[in-house]
């Protein structure tokens, strides 16, 4: 078996509220990968999940490309440096 996948990006939203972004494939809950964003407290926030199939990954990471190369652009048009 492969190594389990876990990524888990924190983050504080615009408005001072925190979360949590998710994708987890570990190959004991079937084939298809779940991503899960979790806002607010453990307790009283909220929760959204969906998995994932291996289309749904494409688009997921040509979005996320198509966002990397414009907050890049801009950092070039502006002589800013891009930071990661």
């Not at 998710?22 to 453990?42: E, F, K, R, T």
């Not at 929760?47 to 291996?54: D, I, M, P, Q």
């Amino acid at each position: 078996m492969r190594k389990p996948v876990n990524i888990t990006l924190p983050f504080t939203a615009a408005v001072g509220t925190s979360g949590s972004i998710q994708l987890l494939h570990d190959g004991q809950s079937g084939d298809m990968p779940h991503l899960s964003i979790d806002v607010g407290h453990p307790i009283s926030g909220s929760r959204a999940g969906a998995s994932l199939t291996v289309e749904h990954m494409r688009q997921l990471v040509d979005g996320l490309m198509d966002c990397i190369h414009a907050v890049e652009r801009k950092g070039r048009t502006n002589n800013e440096p891009c930071h990661g």
